[in-house]
């Protein structure tokens, strides 16, 4: 019985350690993610000459959560709230993005940056700033995969060695 009860005490230790772990493997996913859906973006802007409230639609239709719902979010704003700006509905798209998803501020401050230039420019200029955004997220990207590696490998181990010493203090 005791041995059942220390092996349960390290799994849920290391499971719980596995948990935090997780959101900083998802963080780098979520960049990735992001990069793609921008440059799908400039695609659509640059050759497709679509409309921002359609273009955001059809990239977010394409995409996993929780990056999807920053596109979702911000052309619904844009096809259903009368007189809203494109930065204003990229901003209500953020709001959702960070309260969903795993990116830290200064992720979320170059998608801000990013957005006070959508809508307002010509095409070319869109094109550049998606193509800076986009530079801007492929390094904090290999941050992110750098952090990953370092702080999600100790967490699961610290969850693990949690359990074993709160199981030989118990005992």
Not at 82 to 105: H, Q
Not at 136 to 152: F, I, K, S, V
């Amino acid at each position: 019985m005791k041995l059942a009860g220390a092996g349960l005490v390290i799994l849920s230790c290391g499971f719980l350690g596995i948990g935090l772990a997780q959101a900083y493997f998802e963080r780098p996913r979520q960049l990735r993610t992001l990069s793609a859906a921008l440059k799908m973006l400039e695609t659509e802007i640059v050759f497709g000459a679509t409309p921002l409230p359609l273009a955001l639609a059809r990239i977010g239709g394409r995409l996993e959560e929780p990056v999807a719902l920053l596109f979702r979010v911000s052309a619904r704003l844009l096809q259903e709230e009368r007189g809203i700006t494109a930065a204003e509905a990229w901003e209500g798209g953020l709001e959702v993005l960070r309260d969903k998803g795993s990116l830290t501020p200064g992720d979320l401050d170059i998608l801000r940056i990013l957005g006070q230039g959508l809508g307002v420019s010509g095409r070319e200029d869109q094109a550049k700033n998606l193509e800076l955004a986009r530079q801007h997220l492929h390094r904090q990207q290999a941050a992110a995969e750098e952090d990953a590696n370092r702080q999600g490998r100790m967490w699961r181990t610290l969850g693990f060695l949690l359990g074993a010493a709160v199981t030989l203090l118990m005992y």
